[in-house]
């Protein structure tokens, strides 16, 4: 097997790890029509993962929390989502470009079968990859831990969130490094409803005294329409149904279902001759 290589890029003098040349081709799939699909799930985890660790480090101050990718027989589309957009864009598109170059020559892509996009996260009190960073860029501007992380539980709780854990490690005050956690809401640990409904995101961060672990983790609410959480609700929901409204019965009733109702009654024939003599009678000429 080939050794790991390593490139330099321009910007901001860092490296990413290349991955075997076999791989690195593989990925770029417009060059490998029939591959198997045991290697096309590698290739696409290599890609995604090599990816999502380049933005991670290159849009960590503009709000980065995911990407997308979507692979066209023309082009591949990477979504990239941050809480500032217009940042990622640049001035006149000028950084989106850069990003783009650097992807395509990086991956080996043909010219114009790329290309990236910026989304803007709908509600980022709800996505734990924004607000671990906010709570990293806090505590390195010399905010109290105590209060860096009690902000960030009120602004989840705040957007609508089920629940919240907030983690901190490391040497806090003392020599002795220790843990602090804060909760607030609801909180499940395992199964697969924590796999779906729950958003967690891990970051460190450098100090003078040490490096501090940072672990953040929302529960997100069920949400018929998808866009807050999960359409589907908890396995273990129970929902109480408002009773029927009763109808007041003001006079007892009672009524006979099994006796047939009977016959109506002729009228008498001396009934019938006293009507016709009380009728009135037209005069004839």
């Known amino acids: 097997?080939?050794?790991?290589?390593?490139?330099?890029?321009?910007?901001?003098?860092?490296?990413?790890?290349?991955?075997?040349?076999?791989?690195?081709?593989?990925?770029?799939?417009?060059?490998?029509?029939?591959?198997?699909?045991?290697?096309?799930?590698?290739?696409?985890?290599?890609?995604?993962?090599?990816?999502n660790e380049f933005f991670t480090r290159e849009l960590a101050e503009e709000g980065y929390s995911g990407v997308e990718v979507r692979v066209t027989p023309a082009r591949t589309e990477i979504i990239i989502r941050a809480t500032h957009t217009q940042e990622?864009?640049?001035?006149?598109?000028?950084?989106?470009?850069?990003?783009?170059?650097?992807?395509?020559?990086?991956?080996?892509?043909?010219e114009n079968t790329v290309e990236l996009y910026a989304e803007k996260v709908q509600n980022r009190g709800l996505c734990a990859v924004a607000q671990c960073e906010s709570l990293r860029y806090k505590l390195l501007a010399g905010l109290a831990v105590r209060r860096a992380c009690y902000g960030v539980l009120r602004f989840v709780m705040e957007s609508g969130a089920k629940g919240c854990e907030v983690v901190v490690s490391g040497k806090l005050r003392a020599a002795r490094a220790k843990s602090m956690k804060f909760t607030d809401g609801f909180m499940i640990h395992s199964g697969q409803p924590a796999k779906e409904f729950i958003d967690s995101a891990t970051r460190h961060v450098l100090l003078r005294q040490g490096v501090l672990g940072l672990k953040v983790k929302i529960m997100k609410g069920s949400d018929p329409e998808g866009k807050l959480g999960p359409k589907k609700s908890l396995?273990?929901?129970?929902?109480?149904?408002?009773?029927?409204?009763?109808?007041?019965?003001?006079?007892?009733?009672?009524?006979?279902?099994?006796?047939?109702?009977?016959?109506?009654?002729?009228?008498?024939?001396?009934?019938?001759?006293?009507?016709?003599?009380?009728?009135?009678v037209e005069a004839q000429f």
């Open 1 to 51: 097997m080939l050794k790991e290589q390593r490139v330099c890029y321009d910007t901001e003098r860092r490296w990413i790890r290349l991955h075997p040349p076999d791989i690195r081709q593989i990925a770029n799939m417009s060059n490998y029509a029939q591959i198997s699909k045991k290697k096309k799930f590698v290739a696409d985890g290599v890609f995604y993962a090599e990816l």
């Open 235 to 280: 396995p273990d929901a129970v929902q109480i149904l408002e009773p029927k409204e009763e109808q007041v019965v003001l006079e007892p009733t009672s009524e006979d279902f099994g006796v047939r109702p009977a016959a109506p009654v002729e009228a008498a024939p001396a009934a019938q001759e006293q009507a016709q003599a009380e009728a009135p």
């Open 88 to 110: 990622v864009l640049g001035e006149k598109g000028r950084r989106i470009r850069e990003l783009t170059a650097l992807v395509t020559k990086r991956f080996k892509f043909a």
